[in-house]
């Protein structure tokens, strides 16, 4: 077992490492927290998350991914790091090969800087593999095959359409609306509606437990606590599942429109294909309450969601990983 292989899914809001053989090993939010004295990297993934919006001016707490790409190179070296060694263990002989999932849309600029960022982070050789690719892997899809495949794959910085035959991408399409917008947007909503400043963590906590991408019947409802914007005291307001599908409209009709625009592009033996086998919803976003019903209603196309939708990616990156000769066509490899 002298070569190690990791296969990470580089997401905007978290991180999975995947290692073939023993499956998913890590699991962590993507957020470094730094001393602004010394540059000195303090923490990075659930300890780091812990401090979002809690840190006082010697300290800083950042997501170094911005939208599925390195907004913040130094930072983004150091994570990938911490998680090669936390996967790993801190001393090894061997620099493994690593896989490292982007976004399908990213430019050959960005894609250097995750190469160089890998490498950096003491790999022994990088590869590149596209979100949609290794979602699609990941899902089960037999992306091989002379058929095509619709995959949506929803993270926290970007959505990815593709549609998939003989391992390559057909169609598709890359929007920058994920999870972290749909939270933003419920902050907004927060401030609009009832006055109120809450944060980062609340929101994306509100959109778990009583998010719907559809209104509901039996309506959710949970308490939220923040700021007042005209006091500036404390004060806590109840939120219902209605007020969250309200606030998060305009980025579902943002992705709804990144679908269509690849259905309408797609070559028509392989809309045929899409047809009879539905969209494959997957990523962290997918499991918002009622999204597959809504893609359905809105496109005419069965959409399901993905088995262990958030660890696609990660898991098609081991996968691919452990099987490079197979897919070697849908794979970029260090240049």
Do not use: W
């Not at 809504?294 to 081991?318: I, R, W």
């Amino acid at each position: 077992m002298f070569n190690k292989k990791i296969g990470i899914d580089l997401g905007t809001t978290y991180c999975l490492v995947h290692l073939p053989g023993r499956g998913i090993v890590i699991n962590e939010p993507s957020v470094v927290a730094i001393s602004v004295a010394d540059n000195r990297v303090l923490a990075v993934g659930d300890e780091a998350k812990e401090m979002l919006g809690r840190t006082p001016d010697t300290i800083i707490a950042a997501r170094p991914l911005k939208e599925g790409v390195i907004a913040d190179y130094r930072t983004t070296e150091a994570m990938i790091r911490y998680f090669i060694n936390k996967a790993l263990g801190g001393v090894r002989l061997f620099k493994p090969e690593v896989m490292i999932a982007v976004p399908a849309g990213i430019t050959s600029t960005e894609r250097r800087a995750v190469i160089d960022a890998t490498m950096a982070a003491g790999a022994k050789a990088a590869y590149i593999i596209k979100e949609p690719i290794a979602a699609a892997i990941g899902a089960n899809i037999p992306i091989g095959s002379a058929s095509g495949h619709m995959i949506v794959d929803m993270g926290g910085g970007t959505s990815e359409v593709a549609v998939i035959s003989l391992g390559g991408i057909v169609a598709n399409t890359s929007t920058r609306i994920g999870g972290t917008k749909l939270d933003a947007a419920i902050m907004d909503f927060a401030k609009k509606k009832y006055g109120l400043a809450i944060g980062e963590r609340t929101a994306e906590e509100a959109k778990i437990k009583i998010g719907s991408a559809l209104y509901m019947d039996d309506k959710l409802s949970m308490d939220v606590r923040g700021r007042d914007l005209v006091t500036g005291l404390p004060r806590t307001i109840t939120m219902t599942s209605d007020d969250i599908t309200d606030a998060i409209q305009t980025q579902l009709e943002g992705i709804l429109q990144a679908v269509k625009s690849v259905l309408q592009v797609t070559p028509p033996e392989l809309s045929a294909d899409v047809i009879d086998k539905g969209m494959v919803l997957a990523g962290g976003t997918s499991l918002l309450r009622n999204i597959d019903k809504l893609f359905t209603q809105a496109t005419g196309v069965a959409a399901y969601v993905a088995d262990e939708a958030l660890l696609c990616v990660a898991k098609g990156t081991g996968i691919a990983l452990d099987n490079l000769e197979s897919y070697k066509r849908s794979i970029l490899s260090t240049k």
